[in-house]
């Protein structure tokens, strides 16, 4: 059987991993890329099971209805926030593998597969993808890439983690890495994305918890994100998470769940 990557690109015969991979998606009103999201990641038999699953920060557009009818579960999050988002689903993610991304087409969910084979051949337990050393031309403005230069070079200099994007948000990890606590984001918004790659290098050491370039793209789609409130939010969350004062504002998982 030939696999098929995004746009249908056919990919070479390989042994399927042993591994579930469930692929967590947060949006709100990303009706414009949903789809081509869910789709640019082989569906193939290169894993012994795939799943999406998006949580959706109450959107008002046909987002919920789209990846629906692309066959992902859909979990309605009512508490806000991007963080928030990844805090509820990576519990109720199903696969030993959890993959992560946008659905606003910038990141190539078609080396999802490779991603997943990298991690499990090489005995790895996370991978953070970072996009700006293979940026596509247009996919940030000049504002964003300084922002995420300078927030990645203060994340560096506080924790001494060497990751060059620390703003990234895709990754392949373990679920099972989930289950120390403090592995475990606790922020409810954009800083989640800084504080896995910290919490990763922090407790898995730099040889399970590796960085790899990967392409990125421009967004399709009205991005929600405010630059400057965003980008302020994420400095003071590294200074207070290198002084031990970050706090859980809500607690693990989706609302109602025991921990």
């Not at 690109?9 to 692929?23: D, K, N, R, S, Y």
Request: glycine share 8%.
């Amino acid at each position: 059987m030939v696999q098929k990557g995004s746009r249908g690109a056919p990919l070479p015969m390989i042994e399927a991993l042993p591994v579930h991979v469930t692929v967590v998606i947060p949006t709100r009103n990303e009706e414009e890329a949903i789809v081509d999201t869910i789709r640019s990641i082989p569906n193939g038999d290169w894993c012994e099971k795939l799943d999406f699953l998006v949580v959706d920060g109450n959107s008002t557009d046909r987002t919920r209805e789209l990846a629906e009818q692309e066959g992902a579960t859909v979990f309605l999050e009512h508490r806000r926030g991007y963080g928030r988002a990844y805090r509820s689903g990576f519990e109720l993610a199903t696969g030993d593998v959890i993959c992560t991304l946008d659905a606003d087409c910038t990141y190539p969910g078609e080396l999802i597969p490779s991603l997943v084979r990298r991690l499990i051949e090489e005995d790895l337990e996370f991978i953070t993808c970072d996009r700006l050393r293979k940026a596509e031309e247009g996919s940030m403005s000049a504002k964003h890439g300084f922002g995420n230069w300078a927030l990645s070079f203060t994340a560096r200099m506080l924790f001494w983690n060497g990751i060059h994007d620390s703003q990234s948000g895709m990754w392949v990890f373990h679920k099972r890495i989930l289950d120390n606590p403090k592995m475990r984001p606790t922020n409810d918004g954009m800083p989640l994305s800084e504080e896995m790659k910290i919490n990763a290098r922090r407790v898995l050491g730099r040889k399970k918890a590796v960085e790899v370039s990967v392409p990125y793209r421009p967004r399709v789609g009205v991005a929600e994100i405010n630059t400057w409130g965003d980008g302020w939010k994420n400095f003071k969350f590294l200074f207070a998470k290198r002084l031990g004062l970050n706090r859980e504002v809500t607690p693990w998982g989706p609302e109602g769940a025991e921990d």
